[in-house]
């Protein structure tokens, strides 16, 4: 019997229209709901899952396989890092309480104003755009130090999605748990966050791009990542040069009174 599609009315011959991608035409049932729950409200369906497990496991050849084609079975690496900091930054601010934390560790030192609290309030809301945005600008610094290594700009951004969701992942997994037990502590919890990073990051960067770059050698491994480290922190001042100039520049033309909210009150 043939099948015709419910869109442009071909024949199917297989699940998929050939002619304009429609799916076979299947009855709405209790299956079906059950996978647009999956899908639209969790995001648990079977490609993230199996993203997940496979970036646990090797990261680097997870993304190595995406980028040569393997793709089928596997979560849009943009779309996964987007719900990963998603649920990372509904656990560490509405779980373990971050924002207060900081909120709180300002008030103490005097630091409390209007720009730091505006500051916060919008890494907290925004928290998964920020991440993401960061993502391009970072795969200009891969693409510098791996340039003889044969990829070009756009795949180090899905490159970078996929280290930034194997971060997220270990961050979750290893690092939120023993925040949770300090989380009343304010000094604590922003030390252990920022030292996490540190010591993390460095960590996941070696262990992702050996993975990706499995014929190269340990050593070349770590002596890009110098390198790398060197480039993001250049960048990371230049950042907050421009964010400063910029912050002067607006609080020039707002007015006299807009200066306070950068210059914390005196002790």
């Known amino acids: 019997m043939e099948h015709y599609c419910s869109n442009c009315n071909e024949v199917i ?8 991608g429609q799916k076979k035409y299947k ?8 996978e647009e729950v999956q899908y639209s409200v969790l995001h648990t369906n079977k490609g993230f899952l199996y993203s997940v497990k496979k970036i646990i496991k090797n990261p680097g050849k997870t993304a190595r396989e995406f980028i040569d084609g393997k793709r089928v079975n596997h979560y849009k690496p943009i779309l996964l890092v987007f719900v990963l900091s998603g649920i990372s930054s509904f656990i560490s601010y509405k779980v373990i ?6 909120s709180e ?38 693409k510098i130090t791996f340039r003889k290594w044969g ?3 756009y795949e ?32 604590a919890l922003m030390s252990l966050s920022i030292l996490s990073t540190l010591v993390l990051m ?22 890009k990542m110098f390198l790398m480290l060197g480039l ?36």
């Not at 009855?27 to 059950?34: F, G, H």
């Not at 960048?235 to 607006?250: R, T």
């Open 97 to 102: 309480g971050l924002k207060e934390a900081m």
């Open 27 to 34: 009855r709405i049932d209790k299956k079906y709901i059950w």
């Open 202 to 223: 460095p960590i996941v960067l070696v262990w992702f791009y050996k993975g990706f770059y499995a014929e190269k050698s340990l050593k070349s491994i770590i002596g």
């Open 105 to 142: 560790m300002y008030s103490q030192e005097n630091m409390n104003s209007q720009f730091m609290n505006d500051y916060i309030s919008f890494v907290s809301s925004y928290n998964s755009l920020v991440m993401l945005l960061f993502i391009p600008l970072i795969a200009i610094i891969t």
């Open 151 to 153: 990829h070009n700009y």
């Open 13 to 20: 011959i297989a699940n998929f229209c050939s002619h304009c």
């Open 232 to 267: 993001m922190i250049i960048g990371y001042i230049a950042l907050i040069i421009l964010g400063i100039i910029i912050g002067i520049l607006i609080a020039i033309l707002k007015g006299p009174e807009s200066i306070q909210y950068l210059i914390p009150p005196p002790k």
């Open 156 to 187: 180090h951004i899905i490159m970078n999605a996929y280290v930034l969701s194997f971060y997220t992942l270990l961050t979750m997994v290893i690092v939120f748990p023993a925040m949770y037990f300090i989380k009343y502590n304010p000094e």
